[in-house]
């Protein structure tokens, strides 16, 4: 059983912190549709501020804000999943495109251009566009949600995998991960280091490319959908 001491202890934590929770979730609220609730992400985000507080062992080496901003944040994005507000129509074009990637990419050696996408797929280059913007308005700022297959029944590796071969097999997607990033198209690439790296917003990418808000979230989509079709053997 906990001690009084070590309750107060708690409490003082989360008192402190609270504010890293708001600011945690109005910097994920920037990056999601609206019909996402700014109240919705504080609760479960002060559930893993709880949390942390209960399990957090300063012997380990990470301080305290780091290691709940990870907890506040998971908690935060379980709970998004939880309450997915993507139409699975989003999910299963997004899914086309990154197949119709990966065939051409494998059939021509380079980059696939979004034209041949569209062709493949038999729809117009307005329509291809359109389900870019779609994709990445349904993506948080996660790699892990931009390989995810969106798919109930999938029979991906599950989140939680244990065992000794866990941490090498982590080892090895991170490394796969970082390699596919370092092939994207040059302006792809760039997207994602500002809009991840940097934490730049869509609208001040556009200001750094010098093109509109949509054609960065198109550009942000479709490398996305790129890193999809390229870590197809890890989903």
């Not at 906990?2 to 609220?29: C, D, F, G, M």
């Not at 590796?157 to 994207?184: S, Y």
């Amino acid at each position: 059983m906990y001690s009084a001491t070590q309750q107060t202890a708690q409490e003082e934590l989360v008192v402190r912190y609270a504010p890293l929770v708001k600011r945690i979730a109005y910097h994920l609220l920037s990056r999601l549709p609206p019909n996402v609730q700014a109240d919705d992400l504080i609760q479960a985000g002060m559930i893993g501020l709880l949390e942390a507080s209960r399990h957090y062992d300063a012997a380990q080496g990470a301080s305290f804000e780091t290691y709940a901003g990870i907890r506040i944040r998971g908690a935060m994005l379980d709970e998004i999943r939880r309450s997915d507000w993507v139409p699975r129509s989003v999910h299963r074009k997004a899914r086309m495109v990154a197949q119709a990637m990966q065939e051409i990419e494998n059939r021509e050696g380079r980059d696939a251009r979004s034209s041949e996408v569209a062709e493949a797929m038999g729809i117009s280059l307005d329509e291809y566009h359109q389900i870019l913007r779609d994709s990445a308005s349904c993506r948080i700022a996660s790699f892990d949600d931009a390989l995810e297959t969106g798919d109930e029944d999938s029979d991906a590796v599950p989140e939680h995998v244990t065992g000794p071969l866990e941490g090498l097999q982590k080892e090895r997607f991170q490394q796969a991960l970082a390699e596919a990033i370092a092939g994207l198209p040059e302006r792809e690439r760039l997207v994602m280091s500002l809009y991840y790296d940097e934490e730049l917003n869509l609208r001040e990418i556009g200001e750094v490319l010098g093109v509109t808000e949509s054609r960065v979230c198109q550009i942000h989509g479709q490398a996305l959908l790129r890193l999809r079709a390229r870590m197809a053997e890890w989903i």
